[in-house]
């Protein structure tokens, strides 16, 4: 493909190669959070500026580029026939993919991502520890829509939670701490301080905060969540998913 190049601002993550073009727009996802994030919001003024232009909608008419719309999996063969033959593609969609890519370019997006918080507090009240030895180990409990989602294949019980993490604290063999994120106002929390008690911490902050904590974790346990994967991709942090509750 030649040499790539990698150009990420607010309105598009641009992928360069020598002979082709993509353009992935991830503006509708990111500006709503334009704020929470440093280098997104020093950049959001461009997003503006080109969208109150309609460059996307004119180049399309002008038929010097081509914008396909990842969310139809009945379609992929047609997807990929229309990436090979345009040069410049706009892409969207939640089933575009570009593994190698995210993989390749992890420190571009660490950048990007980095959020609009106090590290400094946020360090000295969740993230001290009494020694060199010691891990934190991140518990995400999801709950929430997935009550719902997948039938509630992932809407596990507290006891699954502790079973599961206890099982990952016997394998580790360090001492630990836990810090627990979940969007269950109703958890059972003496039932973990029970279990292990001053060892296990509850996170009280935004979406943004927990997500830049779990980020700064050793470990991460939880179900399959976007919201997990995603810290553990910033941060480099071993996640272990809880598929089932038997196992």
């Given at each position: 493909?030649?040499?790539?190049?990698?150009w990420?601002?607010?309105?598009?993550?641009?992928?360069?190669?020598?002979?082709?073009?993509?353009?992935?727009?991830?503006?509708?996802?990111?500006?709503?959070?334009?704020?929470?994030?440093?280098?997104?919001?020093?950049r959001?003024?461009?997003?503006?500026?080109?969208?109150?232009?309609?460059?996307q909608?004119?180049l399309?008419?002008?038929?010097?580029?081509?914008?396909i719309?990842?969310?139809?999996?009945?379609?992929?063969?047609?997807?990929?026939?229309?990436?090979?033959?345009?040069?410049?593609v706009?892409c969207?969609?939640?089933?575009?993919?570009?593994?190698?890519?995210?993989?390749?370019?992890?420190?571009?997006?660490?950048?990007?991502?980095?959020p609009?918080?106090?590290?400094?507090q946020?360090?000295?009240?969740y993230?001290?520890?009494?020694s060199?030895e010691?891990?934190?180990?991140?518990?995400?409990?999801?709950?929430?829509?997935?009550?719902?989602?997948?039938?509630?294949?992932?809407?596990y019980?507290?006891?699954?939670?502790?079973?599961?993490?206890?099982?990952?604290?016997?394998?580790?063999?360090?001492?630990?701490?836990?810090?627990?994120?979940?969007?269950?106002?109703?958890?059972?929390?003496?039932?973990?301080?029970?279990?292990?008690?001053?060892?296990?911490?509850?996170?009280?902050?935004?979406?943004?905060?927990?997500?830049?904590?779990?980020?700064?974790?050793?470990?991460?346990m939880?179900?399959?969540?976007?919201?997990?994967?995603c810290?553990?991709?910033?941060?480099?942090?071993?996640?272990?998913?809880?598929?089932?509750?038997?196992?």
């Open positions: 493909m030649g040499k790539e190049v990698i990420c601002f607010s309105m598009f993550t641009l992928i360069l190669f020598v002979e082709k073009i993509i353009l992935y727009s991830i503006m509708n996802y990111i500006q709503n959070m334009s704020a929470d994030y440093i280098h997104i919001h020093n959001s003024r461009w997003w503006a500026m080109l969208r109150k232009m309609k460059v909608q004119t399309n008419k002008l038929k010097l580029t081509t914008y719309d990842f969310n139809d999996e009945s379609r992929n063969k047609e997807y990929k026939r229309s990436l090979i033959d345009n040069t410049v706009f969207d969609g939640w089933l575009f993919r570009t593994h190698e890519t995210v993989q390749k370019y992890r420190s571009v997006y660490q950048d990007i991502f980095r609009r918080v106090d590290e400094a946020i360090k000295e009240q993230l001290r520890k009494s060199s010691e891990v934190i180990i991140g518990l995400h409990i999801r709950r929430g829509d997935y009550k719902e989602f997948e039938d509630g294949r992932c809407f019980a507290d006891e699954v939670y502790i079973d599961k993490l206890q099982q990952l604290i016997n394998q580790l063999f360090v001492k630990f701490k836990i810090l627990v994120f979940s969007n269950d106002k109703d958890l059972n929390k003496p039932l973990y301080h029970s279990t292990w008690g001053g060892r296990v911490t509850f996170s009280e902050k935004s979406a943004l905060v927990d997500h830049y904590l779990m980020s700064k974790c050793d470990y991460l939880g179900p399959p969540s976007t919201f997990s994967m810290a553990s991709y910033i941060g480099e942090v071993p996640l272990y998913h809880i598929q089932s509750e038997k196992g």
